[in-house]
């Protein structure tokens, strides 16, 4: 009986120490990617190349999805206000939704698809070919050179990208709300912007700012301990915008419950 | 049937006083539960060449890696250039590793940059005490890549080059800085006969008109015994085959050891007599049957 207890308990151990070896790894990746922040080298045109690829390469996607977001959110809450004849109220409810909740995770999860499995398979493909060694080896902290500089081109670039995915998508329930709902522009606008706090703006802002490091680091993290060749690499790729998603919903959850307490 | 170890004693006092380059001291490599290196101690010393044979996985990448602080050794010590390198944080390592040229399996050049690129990449990112102007850094990439014979792919990408073009460009990156120690993981691995002749070619003309010492990883002996019995003649530009004449001051085999690593441990270290004379079966597959010179 005690031998069995201690060999299911051997069990757990072994099966809950790869996981814990990785989130230890993960935080040793960070940890190292923010202390370079404030050692040279700074390889400033890596992060400008990067911000490029991150942030105008993404421009298109966000700005689209920003939009239809803004026109069905628009469309559906106009059904539920139309039954409290509330249908002026559409433009806060828009701003609203848009602002804490629906800008920074859906740009930051369109981000994490199209930049954590970029960022993970190009540093997989590094990997597996020994560039990464390679660059050790010839006198060069990877992460510095790698990690660092995705890690602050995203950074400095999900929020602003966040910014315009608002901005579009309130143009889109806009839209939706001047020809469908017979709205003024004043009767959209004005109280939707008067509704906004600054607490909605702070946390607006701040969820796409941790996002940015998410997307990053976990993009980064799984590119850099890829093994197995190309097959190798595919499972990075995914792995890493499962992660960067799961994580973008677990975070945003604790961020609203701190913003919801707050206020 | 197990294998018999038949390591000399270490040469402690090769090099009159002096230190080696290189140096395992009793080094174990593990990784979970596998064990790549078992108990290796070995000696690099200036102007030598040591050639490391073994069958696939037998942990000759690892020990490469194991030299330069890219793997750490589960025990043992490891120096580099008399500094114990076991325990160095990362970052400490740069600057011993910027004397060490590395050539990887596959090339390991950076496929994002151009040939040039890659060359200048020593030049311009390792920790050197001055960084050398833009002149000096063109002047450096063409000598380099004239050494290799490819001045004209300053251009390309890496994906644009042969598998042989690859290796000599990775060649040129790991000489450009004209380091004291370069070490090849299988140079010829993967290449027909001819370029496989051409790439060591190269590498015995690197180590003669440089005087750098070699570590080369490979598993033809053919690689091995032209490192051994050719040198690089300069005025003829053409390799030669070496006076082996006990004593000559022009014997090059004299300087050259090989090693054979068998399931991570060195189970031979020696000359190249000792090595064609070898008994040991697993020893005897490395070396070439027609070989043995009379």
Known sequence: MVASDSSGGERLLDFLKAPVAAIQDFFILSGRALKNLVRPPHYADDIFIQMDVIGVGSLPIVILVGFFTGVVITMQMSRALSTYGAVSQVGPVVMLTLVRELGPVLTSILVAGRNASGIASELGSMKVTEQIDAMRALGTDPIQKLVTPRMIATCATLPLLTIIADTVGLFGGFIVAYFSLRLTPGQYWTPAYQILAYNDVVQGLLKPFVFAFIVALVGCFYGMRTTGGTQGVGRATTQAVVAAVVWIFVLTTLITRVFVNIS | ?294
């Open chain 2, 1 to 294: 049937m197990p294998i018999e170890a038949i390591i000399p004693e270490q040469k402690i006092s090769r090099g009159n006083g002096g230190q080696p380059l290189m140096r395992f001291e009793h080094v174990s490599v593990q990784f979970d539960s596998d064990v790549a290196l078992k108990d290796v101690s070995f000696d690099l010393w200036p102007g030598e060449t040591r050639v490391l044979f073994g069958a696939a996985g037998s942990g000759k990448s690892v020990l490469l890696k194991t030299a330069i602080g890219l793997l750490r050794a589960s025990a043992g010590r490891v120096f580099l250039f008399g500094e114990d390198i076991t325990h160095a944080e990362e970052r400490d390592l740069f600057g011993i590793r910027s004397r060490v040229g590395v050539l990887f399996q596959e090339g390991g050049l950076f496929d994002s940059l151009t040939v040039a690129e890659n060359v200048a990449y020593p030049l311009l990112n390792q920790q050197a005490a001055s960084q050398p102007s833009q002149d000096e850094v063109d002047r450096r990439i063409e000598e380099a890549l004239r050494f290799v014979e490819l001045e004209h792919t300053l251009d390309k990408f890496p994906s644009e080059l042969s598998g042989g073009m690859r290796r000599r460009v990775g060649i040129a990156r790991a000489i450009v800085t004209e380091p004291p120690l370069v070490l090849y993981d299988s140079p010829t691995a993967g290449l027909d006969p001819i370029t496989a002749n051409t790439i060591m070619a190269l590498i015995a003309k690197e180590r003669d008109t440089k005087d750098a010492a070699n570590m080369i990883v490979t598993h033809r002996y053919q690689d091995g015994e032209l490192m051994a019995d050719f040198r690089y003649n300069a005025r003829s530009e053409r390799l030669e085959p070496v006076s082996h004449e006990a004593g000559g001051s022009g014997d090059k085999s004299l300087d050259t050891v090989f090693m054979v690593l068998c399931e991570g441990r060195l189970v031979f270290e020696g000359s190249q007599v000792e090595l064609e004379s070898s008994r040991d079966p697993y020893v005897r597959r490395f070396v070439r049957h027609d070989a043995g010179r009379g």
